[in-house]
């Protein structure tokens, strides 16, 4: 259902000339909405700012749907940045409203939340960054897999007798390169690993959920607790490697 109402909104944004930057740019918005809600310390503030940030999470979709009519580096780096951004923007908010219920610990929790997060996201991006290519310099580098379909990979025409598009018959995407999903869905070793992997998305659903249920204290707790489950598991299993972010 969710699936559908993203792709609906893709098509609308797409025929109003909306492009993928601009809803990144949304979510940066709706982001920084959300951690004023969350600066009020109260159950309200709670409700709108885990609202917003569901809806931060629905621009993330939209715009996986949407057409990438501009993919250079330039535009990589900006998004990748925006949602940097707006996930310090949620946590200054949380702190905020820590402090001002009184939590003399507030600051020492989201910095605590912040190295957790920075240690996570560097050994992970250590990990996956490509080895160095053997040889001397006049040596090819590896060849890469045809089937894969990521920034400009050709993607190779299907079988005779094969129904469907080609894209239908090419291998999972760079975001999601443990194994394939199971029909209709993802399988059940791909969906825990992408849950240990502990990315953004489940990161703010944590933050959603530990902020109406408890407080920002816990949020916290919870963010530095799914950090270093996410950085155990990259150093006891490297291959579990899905939806990073």
Not at 26 to 38: G, K, N, P
Not at 89 to 102: D, I, M, P, R, S
Not at 115 to 120: D, E, F, P
Request: glycine share 10%.
């Amino acid at each position: 259902m969710a699936g559908t109402v993203a792709r609906a909104t893709a098509r609308m944004l797409g025929r109003r000339h909306v492009t993928r930057s601009g809803v990144t740019r949304i979510s940066v918005l709706l982001a920084v909405a959300a951690a004023v809600w969350f600066s009020r310390a109260d159950l309200v503030g709670a409700l709108a700012g885990s609202a917003l940030l569901g809806l931060v999470l629905f621009c993330d979709a939209v715009r996986s749907r949407m057409r990438a009519n501009r993919r250079d580096a330039l535009t990589v780096w900006t998004a990748s940045i925006a949602a940097q951004l707006r996930e310090y923007a949620v946590y200054v908010g949380l702190a905020f409203g820590a402090a001002a219920a009184g939590f003399t610990s507030a600051w020492g929790w989201a910095a605590g939340a912040l190295i957790a997060l920075a240690l996570r996201d560097a050994l992970l991006v250590a990990r996956s960054a490509p080895a160095a290519a053997s040889g001397g310099s006049g040596a090819k580098p590896p060849a890469l897999p045809a089937q894969r379909r990521a920034e400009g990979f050709r993607v190779p025409p299907p079988r005779p007798g094969s129904t469907g598009s080609a894209a239908a018959t090419a291998a999972p995407s760079l975001a999601s390169p443990v194994a394939p999903e199971a029909d209709g869905g993802l399988s059940p070793v791909l969906l825990a690993r992408r849950v240990m992997v502990f990315g953004q998305p489940i990161r703010f659903l944590v933050i959603a959920v530990a902020t109406v249920a408890v407080d920002a204290r816990i949020a916290f707790l919870s963010l530095i607790v799914g950090c270093a489950v996410a950085i155990t598991g990259e150093l006891v299993d490297p291959s579990s490697r899905g939806g990073r972010r």
